[in-house]
């Protein structure tokens, strides 16, 4: 049986203060859940989330990483500077990644060996535009995106990573797939990670649902049997709304 994760992606939002108190917060409120917990701050909320949530089931993970381990470029964070920090996770190839700063799936392909090269999980971030939904393209995309980004793994590495489906048009919006729109598109994902790297590693395999997920809403999704847990937004901003989805996830 695959462990249920559910992460908190806190995009560009709360200080280093603030990560603390937020973490603070939330241990006492997740500490008995059997689904790993993971927590995304900005680059420079990472120490003080790591020395936060210590002794604790909360992992860290970090929003971004660059292909090279090190080098003149100016902006980025390698894994080996990640890993220092103490972060065991990494979303690799987010939509705001690829709409805003230009992530293709080649890029995405070079962080994930990145965040493999330095011990980190990747969470890979696949899914469709409106258009391309509209379009009746959902499967062609997801497909494009799994069989570039993934590429040249081995399938203990498809194994271990996580995959997270985010239909690009439920981001943000208040707009969410119901749980038979996203247990499709899930359910092809895993198939194609059997057809490449074999069905031992593609049941292996955690792919969460990311888009609009909320306390109401999550019970829908975690009762399909191929979704094992949530990308989280604006709801893993609030304590307690990341908890209510963390304790209901594991009750599905």
């Not at 603390?20 to 917990?37: C, F, N, S």
């Not at 971004?64 to 890993?83: C, H, N, Q, R, V």
């Not at 220092?84 to 392909?109: M, N, P, W």
Request: net charge negative; hydrophobic share 40%; with cysteine.
């Amino acid at each position: 049986m695959r462990r249920p994760i559910i992460a908190g992606n806190w995009k560009m939002h709360k200080t280093s203060a603030e990560a603390r108190h937020l973490i603070t917060d939330l241990k006492p409120l997740v500490g008995g859940a059997w689904a790993e917990v993971v927590v995304c701050p900005p680059f420079t909320a990472l120490a003080a989330a790591v020395a936060a949530a210590a002794g604790s089931n909360i992992s860290i993970g970090a929003q971004d990483i660059f292909w090279e381990d090190e080098g003149a470029y100016t902006g980025e964070i390698s894994g080996p500077m990640l890993k220092e920090l103490g972060c065991r996770y990494c979303i690799i190839g987010h939509s705001e990644r690829r709409q805003y700063f230009g992530e293709t799936d080649a890029t995405v392909k070079k962080k994930v060996r990145a965040a493999f090269r330095s011990g980190l999980t990747p969470i890979v971030c696949v899914g469709e535009t409106l258009a391309e939904r509209e379009a009746g393209r959902t499967l062609e995309v997801c497909r494009r995106q799994v069989e570039e980004g993934l590429a040249d793994l081995t399938p203990e590495e498809a194994a271990r990573l996580v995959i997270a489906y985010e239909p690009v048009w439920a981001i943000g919006t208040g707009r969410n797939a119901t749980g038979e729109d996203a247990q499709e598109v899930i359910g092809f994902i895993r198939e194609r990670l059997a057809a490449i790297y074999g069905r031992e590693a593609a049941d292996q395999c955690r792919i969460q649902y990311g888009g609009s997920v909320k306390p109401e809403n999550i019970a829908e999704f975690m009762a399909r049997p191929d979704i094992d847990g949530a990308l989280v937004g604006g709801a893993s901003l609030d304590p307690i709304s990341f908890a209510a989805i963390v304790n209901t996830a594991v009750e599905e």
